[in-house]
């Protein structure tokens, strides 16, 4: 299932562009962006988790963008992710600090005020991890977090992750200031970051993410 999600995205980008005139000079654009997210974890057994308090971190990264067809691109990112996830009964909550690679089919439509769709996979890898834990933890829970009896505490066994991006925004393309860019995004982990065989306790365990981000783009060439 999961590989036939990835096949069904490559075969709606190809077509994508194939279907579109070609313009007379590409859009490349080059530039930053940086915002927030809002992080859960799927687990399977489930956890416990704050649906309304979800974990914030920042996001930040660099974008690249070409396209030769008037509707359809391809956009591919550098990014730093804050990633975690906060428990409800008993306030710990872990930080994790992934860098990730989107490459991504950018489908955009008007001229200077656009609106735009992102789609496509993502890899990434863990950098960084810490544990949140409050003062207020109970005695009992407080002794299963020191001792690591508790299976999601555990320390990350998978630090690689690959998943689904999708995202909706809209840009200004201004005619000497480059172009300004808000986006609302949804990524989506098809790997675990703790082992999932027959034999361990979780069948999954894998990041959902919410994020919204504003990019400031220089293009380099222009379509006259």
Same mark, same amino acid.
């Given at each position: 299932?999961?590989?036939?999600?990835?096949?069904?995205?490559?075969? !709606?980008?190809? &077509?994508?562009? !194939?279907?579109?005139? %070609?313009?007379?000079?590409?859009?490349?654009?080059? @530039?930053?962006?940086? $915002?927030?997210?809002? +992080?859960?974890?799927?687990?399977?057994? +489930? /956890?416990?988790?704050?649906?309304?308090?979800?974990?914030? @971190?920042?996001?930040? $990264?660099?974008?690249?963008?070409?396209?030769?067809?008037?509707?359809?691109?391809?956009?591919?990112?550098?990014?730093?992710?804050?990633?975690? *996830?906060?428990?409800?009964?008993?306030?710990?909550? %872990?930080?994790?600090?992934?860098?990730?690679?989107?490459?991504?089919?950018?489908? +955009?439509?008007?001229?200077?005020?656009? $609106? #735009?769709?992102?789609?496509?996979?993502? &890899? @990434?890898?863990?950098?960084?991890?810490?544990?949140?834990?409050?003062?207020? &933890?109970?005695?009992? *829970?407080?002794?299963?977090?020191? =001792?690591?009896? /508790?299976?999601?505490?555990?320390?990350?066994?998978?630090?690689?992750? *690959?998943?689904?991006?999708?995202?909706?925004? &809209?840009?200004?393309?201004?005619?000497?200031?480059?172009?300004?860019?808000?986006?609302?995004?949804?990524?989506?982990?098809?790997?675990?970051? #703790?082992?999932?065989?027959?034999?361990?306790? #979780? =069948?999954?365990?894998?990041?959902?993410?919410?994020?919204?981000?504003?990019?400031?783009? *220089?293009? #380099?060439?222009?379509?006259?």
């Amino acid at each position: 299932m999961k590989h036939h999600a990835f096949i069904i995205l490559l075969i !709606f980008c190809s &077509v994508s562009a !194939f279907a579109q005139k %070609r313009l007379l000079r590409p859009e490349i654009s080059f @530039g930053a962006q940086g $915002g927030y997210m809002a +992080s859960m974890v799927n687990f399977n057994p +489930s /956890v416990a988790q704050q649906p309304l308090k979800c974990y914030l @971190g920042p996001t930040a $990264g660099l974008v690249f963008r070409y396209a030769e067809h008037k509707v359809c691109g391809i956009q591919v990112e550098l990014n730093y992710m804050q990633r975690g *996830w906060r428990e409800s009964n008993t306030g710990y909550s %872990r930080q994790m600090d992934y860098i990730e690679i989107p490459m991504l089919c950018h489908l +955009s439509f008007g001229r200077r005020f656009r $609106g #735009f769709i992102n789609l496509g996979p993502q &890899v @990434g890898y863990l950098l960084h991890e810490k544990e949140l834990t409050p003062s207020s &933890v109970p005695n009992a *829970w407080a002794d299963k977090l020191s =001792s690591k009896e /508790v299976h999601q505490y555990a320390q990350t066994e998978k630090p690689f992750d *690959w998943g689904l991006a999708g995202g909706l925004g &809209v840009y200004y393309r201004s005619r000497l200031a480059g172009t300004y860019q808000l986006e609302a995004r949804f990524n989506y982990s098809l790997g675990s970051f #703790f082992r999932s065989t027959q034999m361990d306790y #979780f =069948s999954a365990a894998n990041h959902m993410n919410l994020s919204l981000t504003f990019a400031y783009l *220089w293009e #380099f060439k222009r379509k006259k």
